[in-house]
């Protein structure tokens, strides 16, 4: 499933889901590459349905604590049960999907 955060409250709800992967996208809405993916995001979110939560989040919007840290758009943060145990950065779908069915 598909999720956008408007808030840091919402993505850390969401973050905290427990027994679901949870991926989160760290986009800018001028960013093209971000565009680019989005139509990947959104095939993924329904294909691993079952398993998988997704989540957008815009980093000029919503402020997160490792705003700093994210230097490319965008960038994937991976988390089980609330913990940060993987990261993909660029606009490669192929690799992202191979990260994704590696962890579901």
């Known amino acids: 499933m598909?999720?956008?955060?408007?808030?840091l409250e919402q993505l850390n709800d969401l973050i905290?889901?427990?027994?679901?992967?949870?991926?989160?996208?760290?986009y800018r809405t001028y960013c093209t590459s971000c565009q680019i993916m989005d139509s990947v995001i959104l095939q993924y979110a329904r294909e691993f349905e079952a398993?998988?939560?997704l989540v957008k989040?815009?980093?000029d919007k919503v402020h997160v604590p490792n705003a700093?840290?994210?230097?490319v758009t965008p960038t994937f943060d991976f988390y089980k049960d609330g913990i940060n145990f993987s990261q993909f950065v660029g606009s490669d779908p192929v690799g992202?999907?191979?990260?994704i069915a590696s962890h579901v």
């Open 2 to 7: 598909l999720y956008l955060a408007h808030s």
């Open 51 to 53: 398993n998988l939560k």
């Open 16 to 26: 905290n889901t427990k027994g679901e992967l949870v991926v989160v996208e760290y």
């Open 57 to 59: 989040v815009d980093i």
């Open 96 to 99: 992202l999907k191979k990260v």
């Open 68 to 71: 700093d840290s994210i230097t």
